[in-house]
Nanobody
């Protein structure tokens, strides 16, 4: 069973940047699409960015133009570069396949953006 471990979260001021990493215990090449999800307090978990095996990317409107997803199949790692962060980006961020697999949810990475 593949395990996904997120890292890179933290506290940042509005307008700042963070880069999240998602390290997989095994190859992610077999997964057609990987995604970054986030869950804000009191809200449902939502997909904010996805990338397929060919490198095609999709973003939620709320992060388009500010976030960039990438994958390094050789390192079994997926990244999320987050720029121009806003307080409403505060959430726990998770990586998973898209569509998501119940058994792949990790602990997530807390991102807190102060105003």
């Amino acid at each position: 069973q593949v395990q996904l471990v997120e890292s890179g979260g933290g506290l940042v001021q509005a307008g700042g940047s963070l880069r999240l990493s998602c390290a997989a215990s095994e190859s992610i090449f077999s997964f057609n699409a990987m995604g970054w999800y986030r869950q804000a307090p009191g809200k449902q978990r939502v997909l904010v960015a996805r990338i397929n095996r060919g490198g095609f990317r999709n973003y939620a409107d709320s992060v388009k133009g500010r976030f960039t997803i990438s994958r390094d199949n050789a390192k079994n790692t997926v990244y999320l570069q987050m720029n121009s962060l806003k307080p409403e980006d505060t959430a726990v961020y998770y990586c998973n396949t898209d569509p998501s697999s119940t058994g792949l949810w990790g602990q997530g990475a807390q991102v807190t953006v102060s105003s």
